[in-house]
């Protein structure tokens, strides 16, 4: 019963290099989203996903790319890491209900990302 | 441009103290606003308020959303240091369970 997880858990990268971070869940969930949480802002959507194949732009998309090859995967690239990208990221699921609304979002334990 | 704000920022009681956290939106497509704890990694869902005035409750924690004042606020009565945490306020806003988080308020509890 693993629900959300996410790897690596910490990493350390120099500016300029690239690198993807894993988001794996078993729970068959619809939606996926990848979040940036930095000390006194909450966290912060980066982007999402309605389903496979689908992704969409959140509130700080810029510097990450997405991909939703399959359902129980999200991953989320930097393609050339700034020390400003230098965050815990979370990555979430959840589950649209037949009244509309949604389950709660479920998360994993973040990544822990150093830019030097 | 929507927005979720909780105050305090940070909190230091005494073990047995009582505590409320508020939490203030201003979204458009309200759909409902939800709690979260966090203590070292993922945050953990507490609560999810879709109507006004209606109390949740799970233990010593319970919350309330007003709908036309556009707040909501967690209690928490008698404090114990494992209610030590960030208390994270976020809504769900639109049709795609996006959720747009407040800072936190981190409540640290000694014994």
């Known amino acids: 019963n693993a629900g959300v997880t996410q790897t690596p858990k910490f990493r350390v990268l120099k500016t300029g290099q690239s690198m993807t971070l894993l988001c794996a869940q078993d729970?068959?969930?619809?939606?996926m989203y990848w979040y940036r949480q930095d000390p006194g802002m909450g966290l912060r959507l980066i982007h999402y996903?309605?389903?496979?194949?689908?992704?969409a732009k959140g509130e700080v998309p810029d510097g990450y790319n997405v991909s939703r090859l399959k359902k129980q995967n999200f991953l989320l690239g930097l393609e050339s890491a700034a020390p400003s990208q230098t965050s815990v990221y979370f990555c979430?699921?959840?589950?649209?209900?037949?009244?509309?609304?949604?389950?709660?979002?479920?998360f994993g334990d973040g990544t822990r990302l150093s830019i030097l | 441009e929507d927005k979720v704000v909780q105050s305090p920022l940070s909190l230091v009681v005494h073990e047995g103290d009582t505590v409320t956290l508020n939490c203030s939106y201003e979204?458009?497509?309200?759909?409902?606003l939800l709690w979260y704890k966090q203590e070292k990694k993922a945050p953990t869902f507490l609560f999810m308020l879709?109507?006004?005035?209606i109390e949740k409750k799970s233990g010593r924690l319970s919350s309330i959303l007003d709908k036309k004042e556009l707040f909501s606020i967690l209690n928490i009565t008698a404090t114990q240091t494992g209610d030590s945490a960030i208390y994270l306020c976020?809504?769900?806003?639109?049709?795609?369970?996006?959720?747009?988080f407040g800072q936190g308020t981190t409540l640290q509890v000694k014994p």
């Open positions: 729970m068959n969930h619809e939606y």
């Open positions: 976020a809504v769900e806003a639109g049709n795609t369970g996006k959720l747009i």
């Open positions: 979430a699921s959840s589950q649209p209900t037949l009244r509309g609304t949604y389950q709660p979002q479920h």
């Open positions: 996903s309605v389903g496979e194949g689908t992704t």
């Open positions: 879709t109507s006004s005035g």
């Open positions: 979204v458009t497509n309200f759909r409902s």
